[in-house]
């Protein structure tokens, strides 16, 4: 049966993070970002030419919220400065996982649960989006009144030729996100919201989630009360937005999945093609028309072919 | 490429109310394709704007005053290019504030470009329009004083007149950084006046006589089969003195300073390098595009032998993308 209660998010400790062990993520590794993170305003370190975050995590029985620097080392941490939750995920079905999970491009396993703004859309229907909220925005609706926070605002849920987007406006002059467009400071930006990935733990029966969803602050200085601070936003605010419309994906898993793969494969070979770029600057025009079509291929699959989901009331 | 091109400026008569929307066959609802929008390139130079507005996605958008080659009694008309486009004003011949939105006659038109209906954007020769966004203006700067832009000139050049000094042209070089093209513009100077009054097209304001980076880029030309000429969609540049006189006859548009600087300046300047872009008429499918990105990786992987660690995942990557779609296209289209 499909877990729909009882779901619990949590910030992982250090010891989880230790025993997952075959996932190496405390080996030096930083937290690969959405790009939902990188705009909330996340603090980010260049790693193999990636931009990567540093996670939250803690000690077990101490209230101090702690995070691994890029050699694997624990640090203390200052939560006022922002940086990536990557949650933890308790109580699932594990027999539910274990029918569902499937093996991801560097052999983990991956289930998928939920759905969040991660990506951002092509320019071709960000433009389209930009368009039609000023011309017509009663061709956009928000059917489910569903909401994002983002700091302290909330960000609506558009719904759009059968597919879903929310629109936020950037704080970071010169971002530059995946469809390669420059953002100046409050541009009008279309993220899709998309199907949320899950790494399995089968040791522990945990999962914890493939990127870093979103940067969290905390104006609140009381001594360790930055920990139940964040766990807080987990509960009340994550938690509540991440699972909101979880029918959707259960009942197009099939579906969902077919759309993180396209996505993260697309996220691959731009990644890719932008560090070849960076080395070899001789061969820059080659492969910045092969980068211009393959943002075609991303922008087509994104508007003509991407199967419509239905959204249930 | 392209032989025997002539430059002018419009005639009133091409202008005239609402005649200038009819004859370019543009939208009828939109009247404002129809006016005279000012590039960053034409407000640096002094262009006067006689309307502003905001696009749909918060872009400032200028319209000007667009000269033209037409005399009445014994004055120049310029076209007060308001959206609704029917204003005339008279113009002495020394003030500079008019617009250069310049029409282009091909000889041998179809044979050159083609048949081309009138709703078709044709980019032809390159010339600098648009600034540089905020962040690069500064990189461009801290280059440029570092020394680090000189070995990087095109061999092009842009010219402009400074301040509006009637035959004094300033000759800009032309730098290439990360791959894209730009010149520095002075900013026109007004007195009694430290910043603009008008925003350019990346959100900035800009300092009057200070240095603004413009990125050079293809000309858009909108097409009018019937009389078998081009005029550029925005007005391009502004500075340029008509003539140093206060009356004018008929005939004088011929000996004009102004026509002297199109013939001899803005024409060579705009195709240096000669190139006919057209705007393609369908769009790729996925396959296509498919095929042109694996057939690239094929060619780098041949060419840099070196890369071929780097590409073989690319490469995979890209082709199973093609099969989960390929199999999805089928059972959509069954």
Known sequence: ???????????????????????????????????????????????????????????????????????????????????????????????????????????????ILGRYPQFVASIAIQDELTKAIYVDPYELSSPTGVTYSLGHCKVALYHYKGKDYTPIYTNDPGTVLSNS????????????????????????????????????????????????????????????????????????????????????DFIFVQERLNLLRASHPESLELITSIQERVTGMEEKVQKDYMPKIKVIK | MIKNVQINLPDLTLYTGYKAIDCFNLEKNNPKKASNILTDMALLTGARVSYQY???????????????????????????????????????????????RPILQVDSFEETLGTISNEEVIYLGNYPQWAAPGYLQWELNQQFNEGKLKDKTTGEYFSYCLNGSTLVHQDAPVYRYQNKKYICVISHYEKDKDLSRYPLSNGEDYLVNQGVWVEISPVPWMVDSERKILISKYGLLAGVPYHPQLRFKPDDYESTHIKDFLDNVLLPNLFQKEEVKKVPKCEPTFQSDYTFVKERLGLLRLTHPEFSEALDPILKRVERMNEIVKKDYQKIKK
């Open chain 1, 181 to 264: 467009r420059t953002y100046a400071s409050e541009d009008l930006t279309w993220f899709k919201v998309s199907p949320v990935a899950w790494l399995v733990d089968e040791k522990n029966h945990l999962l914890i989630s493939k990127y870093g969803l979103v940067s969290f602050s905390s104006s609140v200085k009381v001594k360790d009360y930055e920990l139940n601070c964040l766990n807080s936003f987990l509960e009340m605010t994550l938690n509540k937005e991440l699972f909101q419309n979880i029918a959707e994906t259960n009942n197009h898993l099939a579906l969902s999945r077919k759309e993180c793969t396209l996505q993260d």
């Open chain 2, 54 to 100: 905001y696009t749909y996605d918060h872009k400032p958008e200028q319209i000007g005053y667009t000269l033209t080659r037409t005399i009445c009694g014994d004055h120049i008309a310029i076209v007060n290019d308001s959206i609704r486009n029917e204003v005339y004003a008279s113009y002495e011949g020394s003030d500079c504030f008019g617009t250069i």
């Open chain 1, 1 to 111: 049966m499909f877990p729909t209660s009882n779901l619990k998010l949590s910030v992982p400790s250090v010891e989880q993070l230790v025993s997952f062990s075959d996932l190496k993520l405390n080996e030096g590794n930083l937290t690969p970002l959405t790009q939902f993170a990188l705009i909330s305003g996340v603090r980010y370190q260049f790693q193999h030419g990636h931009k990567r975050g540093f996670l939250y995590t803690h000690y077990e029985g101490e209230g101090k919220l702690k995070t691994f620097d890029d050699t694997g080392k624990v640090k203390n941490i200052d939560c006022s400065k922002e940086n990536v939750v990557r949650p933890l995920l308790q109580n699932v079905d594990f027999a539910w996982v274990d029918a569902n999970k499937r093996k991801n491009n560097e052999g983990l396993w991956e289930v």
